[in-house]
């Protein structure tokens, strides 16, 4: 029987480049025009100036969180390969320092967010991303740190069969 993750998936690309998603950055825009349009509507009808506050303080919030998602909205976060992990501008940590991978939720109230986390021995140093805000959802980045490492350690057994 055929394993369900295939090492040699040729579907599935030679690396995972995970960005910040463009969601979060339209809903900001979209927060942006409610604002514009909130600013208009006290002008128009003489009144409820309160209105114009608000929504002047709501429009700056959200215009300077939707400039700010936009300079890192192509930011690489993370790529896995059959290297290993390189996140954000760290170096690439190679598979054989990497250990305890997870992919975990946490639930807060009524909200569940989840992470990804690794630890490194080398440097003594457990890194933890929140994946909300990227591109690739939990079973998505298991599926893939399954793979590539799987493809590693293949390459790896082909490395130490050919030397002996």
Not at 10 to 29: E, G
Not at 44 to 59: A, H, P, Y
Request: aromatic share 14%.
């Amino acid at each position: 029987m055929r394993p369900v993750i295939d090492p040699n998936n040729l579907y599935f690309s030679k690396q995972t480049v995970i960005h910040y998603t463009r969601a979060n950055l339209l809903d900001s825009v979209f927060m942006c025009l409610i604002a514009c349009a909130g600013i208009f509507y006290p002008l128009i009808q003489r009144e409820k100036e309160w209105i114009l506050f608000v929504s002047v303080v709501t429009l700056f919030y959200f215009g300077s969180k939707a400039y700010q998602q936009y300079l890192e909205i192509d930011e690489v976060q993370l790529i896995l390969n059959s290297e290993g992990i390189k996140y954000r501008r760290a170096p690439l940590v190679p598979w054989d320092e990497i250990e305890n991978i997870s992919v975990y939720s946490e639930k807060v109230n009524d909200s569940t967010f989840y992470y990804f986390k690794f630890y490194c021995p080398k440097n003594d140093k457990v890194v933890k991303f929140n994946i909300g805000d990227l591109n690739i959802g939990p079973q998505d980045l298991e599926m893939a740190v399954r793979l590539h490492k799987g493809r590693f350690e293949r390459a790896k057994t082909t490395a130490e069969e050919t030397k002996n």
